[in-house]
């Protein structure tokens, strides 16, 4: 178990599947009151807490309370509901996990303006969003308080024809560390996950396809992709007073893909 995690409270945005499912069910594990945000997965997010609430007790949380909560991270005002919701029931809020985020393929060149404007709106100005009310909602009753930002090793490998999605992880890492900077003397640490390939429904495509699979092992010096509950626990670490020292990092997640997988063998320069 992590240190200072039990009888906290977390909310995690995107969390009716994949890595921000994992998350919130790790954290309920770990004694945290759980606000599942979602944008339309209802079903999912129902899940996520049945789980989330079938592991704390079974890890001896039987406290442990739940909460579904609909918004969309792209919208002002449902980032400010949310939050509303999350402070009204649990009275506080201790560990902002901003998990949502989408992504939209197209040829640089011909990416519709309005499609690179939805990927940055959730992807970056919504963490920023909620980083922003959770930070106002500290400060104003002098608390600390945790974010961790779901970014991607798309923080600084470049990714042809997700052109607005690595934009918004680039952003997400300077979001990261200027967050931590300006508010490490109110003793709010802010840091990130950078997960590699990772085994969820959104990479369906290629989980499911040998073939598609085997060339994204290809590039990973491990040669498997991570799973949800490797970031679930990195987001733990971090979230966690084992971690007390820690601000304005990303934590790189990703089996060495990061470690310029094709230059394993020597060659001549």
């Known amino acids: ?15 009716s599947s994949g890595i921000g499912q994992a998350i919130a069910i790790r954290l309920a594990a770990e004694g945290c009151n759980i606000a599942v945000n979602y944008r339309k997965d209802l079903e999912g997010a129902k899940t996520t807490e ?17 909460l579904s909560v609909q918004g969309d991270a792209s919208k002002e005002e449902d980032v400010r509901n949310v939050c509303r919701s999350v402070f009204d029931t649990f009275g506080s809020l201790d560990i902002l996990v901003n998990n949502a985020g989408i992504q939209s393929e197209y ?8 499609k690179l404007d939805q990927v940055l709106a ?7 969003l909620y980083a922003r ?10 608390q600390t308080g945790t974010i961790i930002n779901i970014s991607s090793v798309h923080e600084i490998i470049p990714r042809p024809q997700y052109l607005s999605y690595s934009m918004s992880k680039g952003g997400m890492g300077n979001l990261t560390k200027t967050l931590a900077l300006e508010y490490a003397a ?15 429904p959104i990479n369906e495509d290629w989980v499911d396809d040998p073939d598609k699979k085997a060339v994204v092992e290809s590039h990973i010096p491990m040669g498997r992709p991570g799973t949800s509950e490797e970031m679930a626990a990195a987001t733990a670490f971090l979230a966690s007073d084992e971690a007390a020292y820690i601000t304005g990092q990303t ?19």
């Open 1 to 15: 178990m992590m240190k200072g995690l039990a009888g906290k409270t977390a909310l995690i945005t995107g969390a």
């Open 50 to 66: 049945s789980e989330a609430l079938k592991q704390a007790k079974a890890a001896g949380h039987g406290s442990v309370k739940t």
């Open 107 to 114: 040829a640089s060149h011909k990416m519709p303006t309005e």
């Open 122 to 128: 959730v992807n970056l100005r919504g963490p920023y």
């Open 133 to 142: 009310e959770a930070i106002q909602r500290w400060l104003e009753q002098d």
């Open 186 to 200: 109110q003793k709010i640490r802010v840091n990130a996950i950078a997960p590699g390939a990772t085994v969820t």
């Open 251 to 269: 934590l790189y997640i990703d089996g060495g893909l990061t470690l310029y997988a094709d230059f394993r063998k020597p060659w001549s320069a």
